[in-house]
């Protein structure tokens, strides 16, 4: 479950215990704050939990122990969807058996990819800069 950064306790009080992997942002944590968050959602019922954090790249645990996760070099255009990018590539490395630090770097490295990516998702529309709609679509 991605809570992104809308989670709060009573939240996760009431979805963890449904939730087999937990992805959180918390930019705003420092490393205790963020190994505090991780044990908190593995002690109420998630199996993983990863909390992405920016620049600062990642923190998880599979409930043994916590694996922080730093950021790979990447030539960085937009970071829109690179949150989803760690997200997915951390997903599609655990169903295929990884473990967890391998889980991590995949994540991190497709995050890195997509920091790459004009408009997030390699479709970016030019912009008048008024708030109005792109100009393709006016």
């Known amino acids: 479950f991605d809570y992104s950064n809308r989670w709060n306790t009573a939240l996760l009080a009431k979805t963890l215990p449904n939730v087999g992997i937990a992805f959180l942002s918390g930019a705003d944590l420092d490393d205790i704050g963020c190994e505090r968050l991780l044990e908190t959602c593995i002690g109420k019922g998630a199996s993983r939990a990863i909390v992405t954090r920016g620049s600062r790249g990642a923190m998880g645990t599979d409930g043994q122990r916590i694996y922080p996760q730093p950021v790979l070099a990447a ?3 937009d970071t829109l969807g690179a949150g989803d990018g760690f997200i997915s590539a951390f997903l599609v490395a655990h169903l295929d058996g990884l473990p967890m ?33 792109p100009r393709s679509l006016q």
């Open 75 to 77: 030539k960085v255009v």
């Open 101 to 133: 630090p391998d889980c991590m770097r995949a994540g991190a490295t497709f995050a890195a990819e997509v920091c790459g990516w004009r408009g997030g998702f390699g479709h970016g529309q030019p912009w008048d800069g008024d708030g109005g709609p």
